[in-house]
């Protein structure tokens, strides 16, 4: 160990990954050490690949709606190294790095005082000092507790004893003999309320079937903590989408598993009984335990697309470590498929198919319409998307057969094809429904095992709608045949040899069972939990890009999950790290200068102590930004109120038309819109009013669900994350596309 290395991990440099940049137009990753253009700040901020500036003819460039003068945009190159930042002890003055000593640097800021883990330890041992309590510092535990954290946690705890006790039984030992997981709690940190916007193009074609504009449902996020070495650590993260009863056909009462991911740092590692890890265990009764409390609360279905994440990317926790790899799709799907065979064991699950032999086909007594309208429609799935690309194609080819016929398009679909898929409008040219159809099922059904559908409860065989109320008609010798009320009825009116079965002389029987166990509507008795950061998968993985909360090695994901825990306590505190204007490194807190001119211009202490720093005005010390009580539970309760007062004032001074208006605080909002209107200075310039509002408006966009707002820049901030989400969508796609083209070569090879 040298004296420029840190006393805790004898390491001197280590370096932060960069976080991934992506082109504005094409979406494409920008690879490591390549050259690419920029332009803008924060949030706002554009970036081009070459080969896109390149295409851009003249003296203009676009992005997202945009329009940019090449020669305001600036040339860089994707090397940037950050660091890992550093903390001096108080104490004994040496340095460490601050990720191995658990350095936080918002609450530790210049005033207040740093003692080492080292200098701690020693004090102790002379009785200077006396250990934290466990209730000194906010933990996971200190996280609310909800309806669903409970149940989730309930099952997971005891399922774990009754492992470890077959454990114990199977190895010959006693139960305190055999190691089991410890220090685990499951917490849901995020549940919002939220409207998807059905795209256009798709709603075109059924805009005479009066097909929903939008879609309501409940995102949530639900994290895994488990204590690692007297550390919490984030170890398993999913989210998912709620569409409840009071939501339109198709989505009503389905569940969406949008996002799921972990880190491979469970403890302990073993495997139970049956020869799976201990972890994969314990992610299984997390989800079993999610369906169980879906199927009480009266969901009928969930959906899951087993897709895994491309190569370097990421869906939750950011930078996942090198030994874990990334499972292939059939691995993926297998897993899933475990997890759910668990659960029909357990009756939550009644049956197992897919997206495709759902909705694309007709085989056997099922009599449901092959139609688009049919599919369930989630935020960020496969086939949203394709069905957009997949319309704007037909039309193009549409276009391109009139100019070239001048006259009727030829039909590509048969009057037979479209009666078979239970289509009744026959006449005219082919379905767009049909053709949209036909495409789709082409598309996804190479990798159709990909896209699951679990039935929580029986659907009826012939319209293929799950049953929550009523009677279900099942048959004593089919095992899956049964039939709601309707299709009941439909059927005693039809001649009888045309009755279930056909071509069979054995007799069957239809018996009634009472659906009363499917609660009469799906209303969730769990509070709203808003979180800036955690409402959107998205939000959460820029949080950890922009500092450095990186999962690759445990004594990061220690140090990480320590400050995502601190921004869940902590909503209101600053998200992000300030950077050096000469350097470009990050700045602790309380370690750097600040112009009060230019409140966009700092400096880190290094630069400022070798001088030479060419800026008009005078810098002084950063401000202190300690928060004393930033472990006060009833201060963290009073801080999120002023934000949602604030946020509140927001939307009433841009409704408020009075000039006399009866709240005071109204007319200094206003004052702000004005002030942004006229500002030439700007947040990106520097201008603190504007930073000021700037700010409240983004955390009103991110949570606002008024497709109409008036409140100044909504929409545009909207749209800018719904580009964002709509980018990460099309990449998601196109890997599943090179996946499949990759596997079809991989076949042909072998064949040939």
């Not at 193009?201 to 079937?209: A, G, K, S, Y």
């Amino acid at each position: 160990m040298t004296e420029n290395s840190c006393q805790l991990c004898a390491v001197e440099k280590l370096t932060f990954e960069p976080p991934p940049i992506y082109c504005s137009p094409c979406g494409a990753r920008i690879k490591r050490n390549a050259l690419y253009y920029t332009i803008g700040s924060s949030e706002t901020r554009h970036y081009f690949c070459v080969p896109c500036y390149n295409e851009a003819r003249g003296e203009t460039i676009e992005a997202e709606g945009s329009t940019f003068l090449k020669t305001k945009l600036e040339k860089k190159r994707n090397d940037e190294e950050t660091e890992e930042w550093w903390a001096q002890c108080d104490k004994c003055e040496v340095w460490q790095h601050q990720v191995c000593a658990l350095f936080n640097g918002r609450r530790n800021d210049g005033e207040a005082e740093f003692t080492c883990p080292n200098c701690c330890a020693k004090e102790i041992e002379r009785g200077e000092r006396k250990p934290l309590p466990q209730s000194a510092v906010l933990g996971a535990k200190d996280l609310p507790k909800t309806i669903l954290s409970d149940h989730i946690e309930r099952r997971l705890f005891r399922r774990l004893k009754q492992e470890r006790q077959e454990r114990s039984r199977h190895l010959g030992k006693s139960f305190d003999e055999v190691p089991g997981a410890e220090g685990l709690v499951v917490r849901v940190v995020s549940s919002v309320d939220k409207k998807l916007e059905v795209k256009q193009r798709f709603l075109e074609i059924f805009q005479e079937e009066n097909y929903p504009k939008e879609f309501p449902y409940k995102s949530k996020a639900v994290l895994l903590f488990q204590k690692i070495e007297g550390v919490e650590v984030c170890l398993f993260g999913m989210y998912v989408q709620e569409f409840g009863s009071e939501c339109s056909f198709p989505n009503q009462r389905r569940v969406y598993l949008s996002y799921l991911d972990s880190v491979k740092y469970f403890r302990p590692e073993i495997k139970t009984v049956t020869g799976e890890a201990l972890r994969t265990f314990v992610y299984h009764e997390i989800l079993i335990g999610y369906l169980e409390y879906c199927k009480k609360r009266g969901f009928t279905s969930c959906y899951i697309w087993a897709c895994p994440p491309l190569r370097g990317e990421d869906y939750i926790l950011y930078c996942h470590p090198e030994i874990q790899k990334t499972p292939k799709s059939d691995k993926l799907r297998e897993w899933y498929l475990t997890m759910l065979r668990k659960a029909t064991k357990e009756n939550i699950v009644v049956d197992l198919t897919n997206l495709y032999d759902h909705f694309f086909v007709t085989t056997g007594e099922c009599k449901a319409k092959v139609t688009a309208a049919r599919l369930p429609y989630f935020d960020g799935d496969y086939w949203p998307g394709a069905a957009e690309d997949m319309i704007y194609q037909l039309r193009q080819e549409e276009d391109g057969k009139k100019q070239l016929k001048r006259g009727k398009t030829k039909m590509t679909i048969t009057k037979r094809a479209l009666k078979a898929a239970g289509q009744t409008d026959l006449s005219g040219n082919a379905s767009k429904d049909a053709l949209l159809m036909q495409k789709l099922g082409e598309t996804i059904c190479p990798m159709k095992e990909d896209f699951i559908m679990v039935h929580l409860q029986h659907a009826c065989t012939h319209c293929c709608i799950l049953m929550v109320s009523g009677m279900r008609w099942v048959c004593n010798q089919c095992k899956n045949f049964q039939l709601c009320d309707k299709c009941h009825e439909a059927e005693q009116s039809v001649d009888e040899r045309d009755r279930h079965p056909t071509n069979s002389r054995e007799k069957h029987m239809l018996y009634p069972v009472e659906n009363n166990d499917v609660p009469h509507d799906t209303k969730d008795k769990d509070d709203i939990l808003e979180s800036e950061f955690f409402d959107t998968r998205q939000a959460f993985l820029s949080l950890c890009q922009g500092n450095h909360y990186q999962y690759d090695t445990l004594r990061r994901a220690k140090h990480s999950s320590m400050m995502v825990l601190y921004h869940l306590h902590n909503p209101t505190a600053p998200a992000f790290v300030t950077t050096c204007n000469v350097c470009h490194h990050d700045i602790e807190a309380g370690q750097g200068w600040r112009c009060e001119t230019c409140p966009d211009f700092d400096v880190c202490n290094a630069c400022y102590q070798k001088g030479g720093i060419d800026h008009p005005h005078m810098l002084t010390n950063h401000p202190s930004t300690a928060d004393r009580d930033a472990q006060n539970k009833e201060a963290r309760a009073k801080r999120v109120l002023q934000l949602r007062k604030m946020l509140d004032l927001l939307v009433h001074a841009s409704q408020c038309r009075s000039p006399q208006c009866q709240y005071p605080n109204c007319r200094k909002v206003k004052g702000l819109f004005r002030h942004g209107i006229q500002c030439r200075t700007r947040a990106s310039g520097g201008c603190v009013l504007c930073k000021k509002i700037w700010y409240l408006l983004q955390i009103h966009s991110r949570a606002c669900k008024e497709s109409e707002c008036s409140v100044p820049r909504c929409r545009d901030l909207k749209e800018h994350l719904r580009r964002l989400q709509q980018q990460s969508d099309s990449r998601r796609r196109a890997a599943v596309m090179e996946m499949m083209r990759q596997r079809a070569a991989e076949v042909a090879a072998d064949t040939g």
